[in-house]
């Protein structure tokens, strides 16, 4: 049976002024944001600094990935470890998946340290990011206008 919305494209503003596209595909109807959001633009950036910080204090710890992802409770721990320190967890959309607040305390626990030594710096963010502060402050205006 053909899907009726195949080819079907809409745009329209949401309700904090962002555009957003209906697209219709084969498997049926997807929303799209268009254009960058504080989300977007640091949600990589922090994955790959989380990574490189939890990879350096397993490494003073003298740690292995398995072991660490172990401890943490993890199935297929040695490559669930590898990708959250490459940030290699991909969404559909290609963006590397950010971690849960819960896989963060359980690989601190694992490590013997706290959740906030893990998380990198806002300053280390925004440099890796390159963003602009009047970017950000602009995209988070447009959020706070509605």
Do not use: C, W
């Not at 002024?17 to 960058?36: C, F, P």
């Not at 963006?95 to 280390?124: C, F, G, H, V, W």
């Amino acid at each position: 049976m053909a899907n009726t919305h195949d080819g079907l494209r809409v745009e329209f503003k949401n309700r904090y002024g962002e555009t957003r596209v209906i697209n219709g595909t084969r498997k049926g109807l997807r929303v799209e944001r268009v254009g960058d959001t504080v989300l977007s633009i640091l949600s990589p950036v922090i994955a790959l600094l989380l990574g490189k910080k939890i990879r350096k204090i397993r490494k003073e710890k003298g740690l292995t990935l398995k072991q660490v992802g172990d401890r943490a409770g993890f199935n297929y721990s040695k490559n669930r470890m590898f990708e959250i320190e490459n940030a290699t967890a991909y969404r559909k959309d290609s963006n590397p998946q950010p971690i849960k607040m819960s896989t963060l305390y359980a690989i601190a626990y694992a490590l013997k340290t706290t959740p906030t030594r893990l998380l990198p710096s806002m300053e280390d963010v925004m440099k890796e990011s390159r963003i602009q502060e009047a970017t950000l402050t602009r995209l988070i205006s447009i959020r706070s206008k509605n």
